[in-house]
C-alpha cells in the first residue's frame, strides 16, 4: 500500500513516545503511555467514586438498524459481564444501562442525554449511522460525556469527546477502491448507498479520489435508497445497464441495515455474480448475510477490518465466549464487534490508569493506550482518537463467511480529514498539547475549532 494511506511506522508512533512504539510493534507492554492532560471543563459529573461503576449502551434494539446493532448490544453486555468476574474495574462492579433509540436518530439525542445527566455513566458505547452520531455529539459535548462509536465512517470529524473505534475512509474505502483498480482492473464504478450523511460524504471522497486517479465522471455513477428500503428490481437494473458498456464495472455499497437483504437477492435474482459486476460492500458482515442465501452472492466483496475467518487464538477464543454467553451456536462475530471489544478494553486501561472515571481524566488517558485486536496485531488509540487498523478485503462463501484475499501489509493510521477534498485538505486531529485541537489547519497553522462536521 502507498504512503498516502499512512502504513504506521516507528516515526508516527514517536508521537506518543518510544514506549508506545515498542508496544505497538512487539506487543511487550502493551497498555499504555503517560501523556500531558489537556482538561476541559466538565458539565455533568460521571457518577459517584464509590458503588457500581455504570456504563451506558446506546444501540437500536428495533427499528430498521436493529438487525446490525443488537449484536452490538449483546457483546457489550458479554463484555461487562467478563470485567465483573475479573473483579470490575478499580475493584468496582460495572452496570450496563442498556437504552433503545429504536432507529429514531433524534431519540439517540434524548436517550444520550438521559444516560448521561440521569444514569450518570462513565462512558457510554453506541450509535451505528452516522446521522445517529451527529445527532448525540452536541449532547457529549455540551456534557463532556464520552462516546466509543464502533462502526466505520465518513470521516470529516475528530472530536475530543468521542473516540472513533471504527474505520476512517483511509483505512476501508480506499484501500476498497485501490484493490479493485489494481487487482480487478475496474474501469467503471457505481457508488450505491443509503441516503444520508455517511454514504453521501463517503462517496464524495471517493468520487474524487476517483476523478484524481484519471477516471471520467461518465464512468462514475451515484445512487441513493431510503433507509429500509426493499423495491430493488429497478435500481439493480440500472446498475445492470450501467456495467454493459464493456469496460469492467463494480459496485461500490455503502448500503446500510436492512435494505441489504432485498439488495443482495435481487442481484441474485437478475443472475449479477461478482465474476460479472463484483460488489464491495462497507456495511455487510457477517450479520447482514446471516439472513441471506449467500451462494448467489459468493465471490462478492466487503472491506473491512476484521473478519470472523481470522485464523488466531484470541479471536477463536472472544467468538467461542460470544456464542456460549448468547447460548447459540449459530451467532456470528462481526468487524464493529471487534471494535466494541477493543474499545471496552482500551476504556477499562484507561479508567485505571487514570485511577478515576472523571471524564477529562480518562479521555486525557485513553491516547497511547494499545490493545490486542483479534487479527494478531495491535491497536493503538491515536492523538486523534481513532485506532491503528489492518484492512482486509474478503470475498463471500456459502457459509455466510469471509475468505480474506488481500490486506494491508502493516496498520494503517486513520486520516480522520480527507487529503481529496479541498476544504480538508490541509487539516488533522491532535488532541495532545500544544494542538489540543480536532481540527487543526497545518498550513495555517491554527486551530479551527474543537471539531469540524
Not at 471487534?338 to 479508567?351: S, T
Not at 492523538?383 to 490486506?407: A, C
Amino acid at each position: 500500500m502507498s504512503d498516502d494511506n499512512n502504513i504506521i511506522d516507528r516515526r508516527t508512533l514517536g508521537r506518543l513516545g518510544l514506549g508506545l512504539a515498542a508496544a505497538a510493534a512487539t506487543g511487550v507492554g502493551a497498555g499504555s503511555v503517560n501523556v500531558p492532560r489537556a482538561r476541559a471543563a466538565t458539565q455533568v459529573a460521571a457518577g459517584p467514586e464509590t458503588g457500581p461503576i455504570k456504563v451506558g449502551i446506546l444501540h437500536s434494539l428495533s427499528g430498521t438498524m436493529a438487525i446490525s446493532e443488537v449484536p452490538l448490544k449483546d457483546v457489550m453486555l458479554m463484555l461487562i459481564a467478563e470485567q465483573n468476574k475479573k473483579g470490575g474495574v478499580m475493584g468496582r462492579k460495572l452496570e450496563a444501562v442498556v437504552v433503545d433509540p429504536a432507529s429514531n436518530w433524534p431519540l439517540f439525542a434524548e436517550k444520550a442525554k438521559q444516560l448521561l445527566s440521569v444514569d450518570k455513566v462513565a462512558a457510554v458505547f453506541g450509535c451505528w449511522t452516522s446521522v445517529s452520531r451527529k445527532s448525540v455529539l452536541p449532547v457529549f459535548e455540551q456534557l463532556n460525556g464520552i462516546l466509543l462509536y464502533p462502526v466505520q465512517y465518513e470521516g470529516q470529524e475528530c472530536s475530543r469527546n468521542v473516540f472513533y473505534t471504527g474505520a476512517a475512509p483511509n483505512q476501508q474505502a480506499i484501500p476498497a477502491v485501490d484493490y479493485l483498480m489494481s487487482q480487478v482492473g475496474v474501469k467503471r464504478w457505481v457508488l450505491e448507498g443509503t441516503d444520508y450523511v455517511y454514504p453521501r460524504t463517503t462517496n464524495k471522497i471517493l468520487e474524487a479520489y476517483l476523478k484524481d486517479k484519471g477516471f471520467a465522471a461518465e464512468d462514475i455513477m451515484i445512487n441513493y435508497t431510503p433507509f429500509g428500503y426493499s423495491d430493488w428490481q429497478a435500481e439493480v437494473a440500472k446498475i445492470k445497464g450501467f456495467g454493459s458498456a464493456g469496460k469492467k464495472t463494480a459496485v461500490v455499497s455503502t448500503i446500510n441495515g436492512d435494505a441489504n437483504v432485498p439488495f443482495y437477492k435481487e442481484l441474485g435474482n437478475q443472475g449479477i455474480k461478482a465474476t460479472d459486476i463484483p460488489v464491495v460492500a462497507f456495511s455487510v458482515g457477517e450479520q447482514e448475510l446471516a439472513g441471506i442465501d449467500t451462494k448467489p452472492l459468493v465471490g462478492h466483496l466487503a472491506a473491512w477490518n476484521y473478519f470472523e475467518s481470522v485464523e488466531t487464538h484470541a479471536n477463536k477464543e472472544v467468538v467461542a465466549a460470544f456464542k456460549k454467553f448468547t447460548k447459540n451456536d449459530k451467532r456470528v462475530f462481526n468487524d464493529p464487534m471487534e471494535a466494541h471489544y477493543i474499545g471496552f478494553n482500551m476504556w477499562v486501561k484507561a479508567v485505571e490508569k487514570a485511577a478515576t472515571t472523571d471524564h477529562d481524566a480518562v479521555i486525557d488517558a485513553m491516547v497511547g493506550v494499545a490493545h490486542p485486536n483479534l487479527s494478531g496485531d495491535f491497536a493503538t488509540m491515536m492523538p486523534n482518537h481513532h485506532l491503528t487498523k489492518p484492512v482486509l478485503i474478503g470475498e463471500v462463501q456459502e457459509n455466510g463467511q469471509f475468505n480474506t484475499v488481500w490486506q494491508t501489509p502493516g496498520l494503517v493510521v486513520a486520516q480522520p480529514w480527507s487529503p481529496y477534498l479541498p476544504e480538508s485538505k490541509n487539516l488533522i486531529g491532535d488532541w495532545l498539547p500544544p494542538m489540543s485541537c480536532g481540527s487543526y489547519d497545518v498550513v495555517a497553522g491554527k486551530c479551527l475549532g474543537t471539531h469540524k462536521t
